[in-house]
């Protein structure tokens, strides 16, 4: 369990929103959750919603934060970082980015000295408490701060540690992008499916309780996804004719291709974001 006296979110949007209810149903009590937010009607549903507060105040938000997570949207980090750092002189608490691109350089740069920062990268099934977040910290943040960091972000599902920043991209490209790529394979499957006649609520249904079996088998196994795939693979059967045709069109090497172009991509936007 999480446990502070203060944690206050910059940005009350939805990676916000999903926090804030993650942790309170890991047991948070929401008087200790602070949200701050332009938006009078998004302060207004936080506190409805959740019973956390949410102020107009930023500085009251902020004041004798124990945590400070920074949810607004990567283009508005850099104008965020400039109003909440002077509030931060002299308090330093654990700042949390959640922010696709924004590097630890950057936001160091941007935070008064010394800061303890930790930058995160959750995707988007964290809005269901089915996330999978990386995390980054340089070798100098302390380990009760690595503990907090995470503790935080598995109230939204489950968490990795890169030891490379530049490792955060790759984890844009794989977990960040990659419920893209499985709602893309489900649609193929589920095109397939209604144009060899089944309806389409039958090859809706289908397709998706594939999937959920499928991901599900995989989480309750220790075997490699390899052994899986052979084990439900008869010999010259319906299952291995299909894998034929997919290996023929060299499958693995067209997601390769595709996670490296995400990657690199995401290299990209952050050194766009990141110009200090
Ligand atoms: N949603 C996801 O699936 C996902 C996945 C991975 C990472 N993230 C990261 O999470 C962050 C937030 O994304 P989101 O989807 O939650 O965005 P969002 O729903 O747009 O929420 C961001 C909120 O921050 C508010 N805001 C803007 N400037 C602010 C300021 N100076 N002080 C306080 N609040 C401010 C915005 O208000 P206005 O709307 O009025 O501007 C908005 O309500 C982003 O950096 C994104 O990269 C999100």
Avoid at 114 to 125: A, E, F, H, K, Q
Avoid at 206 to 230: D, F, I, K, P, V
């Amino acid at each position: 369990m999480v446990d502070v006296r203060k944690l206050s979110f910059i940005g009350g949007g939805n990676m916000a929103s999903a926090l804030i209810g993650g942790l309170i149903s890991k047991g948070l009590a929401p008087g200790c959750l602070w949200a701050s937010d332009p938006d009078l009607r998004q302060r207004e549903r936080l506190t409805a919603e959740y019973g956390i507060h949410a102020p107009a105040d930023e500085a009251a938000v902020v004041r004798d934060a124990e945590v400070v997570v920074l949810a607004v949207k990567p283009q508005y980090m850099r104008a965020t970082a400039a109003s909440i750092a002077p509030r931060l002189a002299g308090a330093s608490p654990l700042l949390i980015s959640v922010a696709a691109g924004i590097t630890h350089a950057s936001l160091t740069a941007w935070f008064p000295a010394g800061t303890p920062i930790v930058r995160t990268m959750p995707n988007r099934p964290a809005l269901l408490g089915l996330g999978a977040t990386g995390l980054y910290a340089p070798p100098n943040i302390a380990a009760a701060h690595r503990v907090l960091a995470e503790t935080i972000m598995a109230a939204v599902g489950a968490t990795v540690w890169v030891e490379q920043e530049s490792q955060m991209d790759t984890v844009t490209a794989v977990s960040g992008s990659g419920p893209a790529y499985f709602f893309l394979f489900m649609e193929a499957i589920e095109a397939a499916a209604r144009g060899r006649g089944l309806s389409p609520e039958v090859a809706r249904r289908l397709t998706l309780q594939t999937a959920l079996g499928a991901a599900t088998m995989a989480q309750h196994s220790s075997e490699t996804l390899a052994t899986l795939r052979e084990q439900v693979t008869s010999k010259a059967g319906t299952t291995a004719a299909a894998l034929a045709v997919l290996d023929a069109a060299d499958l693995r090497g067209i997601v390769a291709h595709a996670v490296a172009a995400a990657d690199l991509r995401s290299a990209e936007l952050a050194a766009e974001f990141g110009a200090t």
